[in-house]
């Protein structure tokens, strides 16, 4: 079964746990070896095509983290991941050792890719690796669509020891006062997600779905179902929701119930049929007339997911 998430940073399930009840599993908000205040306000903007934010990783530290959040989360949450994040592989290390211990702790994302802070000193692979060697929890890195091969760099992180990647992160982007004509963030560049971020995304999830072997959660733009269904053909194995829970609350409920719609309108009996389509993945006709399901004189069409025809 195709789960559903909450990209990192975009839903406080303690705040909003009607939202997080309709996810299949919540990731939490960034969390580094110190406390972040974060950056000045203005932190976050809007523009026609997605938002822009600025929120610099703002958080009370893995300490406090541990301390206090995570044993609330942890009676209400039945399925968590914690994201953690820092400026060099030791911090990383750092926050990965700390919830190592606790079982309410299904993985950990490594933010390896946030634009809204100096990014960090070493590659993603020996992040990974650091991150590795003080756990044996599933680690899921959470990679930039600005870099200029993500493949690579995905192939570099599962050999760390990656048992997953999260696709993508934000792209930096910049918004004028139409008035003033100056930047509306306080940090001038933001984190650009959205609509905008889709192509992007699934161009991503795309290039490491045939590059590596590991699970991807692929986040970017998702309004739909459809784009879920199109996430899921470029090769993703589950689907994370962000901007869209800002305006939406029941949008986990919604999305998941258009998912399985857009796969039987196309023949298939759950979303998982159309995993990997846009790769070329597709059945041969003597596994169509055995596969149940699936309708054989629809198949040609579910390969036009990915790209929206």
């Not at 760390?160 to 930047?183: F, K, Q």
């Not at 298939?268 to 389509?277: D, E, I, Y």
Request: proline share 7%.
């Amino acid at each position: 079964m195709t789960r559903i998430l909450n990209a990192s940073g975009c839903l406080d399930a303690l705040a909003a746990p009607e939202v997080a009840d309709g996810l299949d599993v919540f990731v939490t908000k960034t969390v580094t070896p110190l406390p972040r205040t974060g950056n000045d306000p203005i932190r976050i903007a809007e523009s026609d095509v997605g938002m822009l934010n600025s929120i610099g990783l703002a958080n009370p530290g893995i300490e406090r983290f541990v301390a206090e959040y995570l044993p609330e989360l942890a009676e209400r949450i039945p399925s968590l991941w914690v994201s953690v994040g820092g400026f060099s592989a030791e911090d990383f290390a750092l926050c990965c050792a700390a919830l190592d211990g606790y079982a309410c702790v299904d993985a950990i994302e490594l933010n390896v890719s946030c634009p809204n802070v100096t990014a960090p000193a070493d590659e993603a692979s020996a992040i990974v690796a650091a991150a590795r060697g003080v756990t044996s929890k599933p680690l899921y890195a959470k990679l930039s669509p600005a870099l200029p091969d993500i493949a690579s760099v995905a192939q570099a992180a599962e050999q760390a020891g990656a048992r997953g990647l999260s696709l993508t992160n934000t792209l930096r982007g910049l918004i004028l006062d139409p008035a003033t004509l100056e930047p509306i963030l306080a940090t001038a560049t933001g984190g650009l997600s959205g609509p905008a971020l889709r192509p992007v995304a699934l161009a991503a999830v795309y290039a490491c779905a045939q590059a590596t072997s590991l699970p991807i959660v692929g986040m970017g733009g998702v309004e739909t179902g459809e784009h879920a269904l199109a996430l899921i053909a470029a090769g993703a194995s589950d689907v994370a929701l962000g901007t869209v829970l800002f305006g939406d609350p029941a949008a986990p409920h919604r999305i998941r119930t258009e998912l399985e719609e857009a796969a039987q309108r196309r023949g298939v009996a759950s979303a998982a049929g159309v995993f990997r389509m846009a790769l070329g993945d597709e059945l041969s006709a003597s596994e169509v007339s055995s596969k149940p399901g699936i309708r054989g004189d629809l198949l040609p069409e579910l390969t036009k997911v990915a790209v929206g025809s």
